[in-house]
């Protein structure tokens, strides 16, 4: 099983809504990552967490707020966003954060499509 | 931090003929570099990668190769199909530092096979 599940596919929210992105492996990865993708642009890289702790946090405005409550699960929760934020959310993981290793390689959830309005 | 550059962004080919998408990376301490395939609406999917300790990778019409010294990658899809039509990147990750497990993308390049 190589799957990434992303719930939910698409969320439409308002400026002062809380809303959460989940996100789910059973791949046994410890290391999971959250990459937000405007169109027509690539994937831009926004938190890692490695064995369930905040590894990378790529200056991401406090409006997003990444959680991982257990090695299999990873949230971002959202709010107060503003239009500009509307883009793919992307999950990802892999079995460690050394990508240099032979055979780790991130595995990219569907994503989330998010438009706040 | 790890900068990547890539070409060319857009590229039109006819069926069956070669393509050619080339990458530069600043970063001399990166040591992985994958390639993904995004069709519109989908996912990025992985469809090569490469090390840094290895120079040419192959699999079936895909081939990437690179040169450390001149740090760049190229991504070569022969005998293309139509539905190789998509958008590809490629990036870059480091072995260590701010940048140990971060995938710094290109910015992309639109491949259209005709028919």
């Known amino acids: 099983d190589t799957e990434v599940t992303q719930t939910p596919k698409h969320l439409v929210m308002g400026m002062t809504n809380k809303k959460s992105l989940k996100c789910e492996q059973h791949?046994?990865?410890?290391?999971m990552y959250w990459y937000k993708q405007k169109a027509k642009k690539p994937p831009e890289l926004m938190f890692v967490y490695s064995y369930e702790k905040l590894s990378i946090n790529e200056s991401v405005p406090s409006r997003f707020s990444p959680e991982c409550p257990n090695s299999s699960l990873l949230n971002l929760h959202l709010h107060a966003l503003q239009p500009e934020d509307s883009a793919l959310y992307l999950c990802a993981s892999s079995q460690s954060q050394g990508l240099g290793i032979s055979g780790n390689t991130i595995y990219f959830g569907e994503g989330s499509w998010l438009t706040v309005v | 931090g790890e900068n990547v550059e890539q070409h060319p962004s857009t590229l039109s080919v006819q069926e069956g003929d070669s393509a050619v998408i080339k990458c530069t990376y600043s970063d001399s301490a990166s040591n992985y570099f994958p390639w993904y395939k995004q069709e519109l609406g989908k996912r990025p999917q992985l469809i090569i990668d490469?090390?840094?300790?290895?120079g040419e990778k192959k699999d079936q019409r895909i081939a990437v190769t690179l040169n450390k010294t001149a740090k760049h990658f190229s991504l070569h899809i022969t005998e293309t199909q139509p539905e190789d039509s998509a958008v590809y990147f490629c990036a870059a990750s480091g072995a260590g530092g701010t940048s140990y497990g971060k995938l710094t993308f290109g910015q992309g390049t639109i491949l259209t096979v005709h028919p």
């Open positions: 490469i090390r840094s300790n290895v």
């Open positions: 791949m046994g990865h410890r290391a």
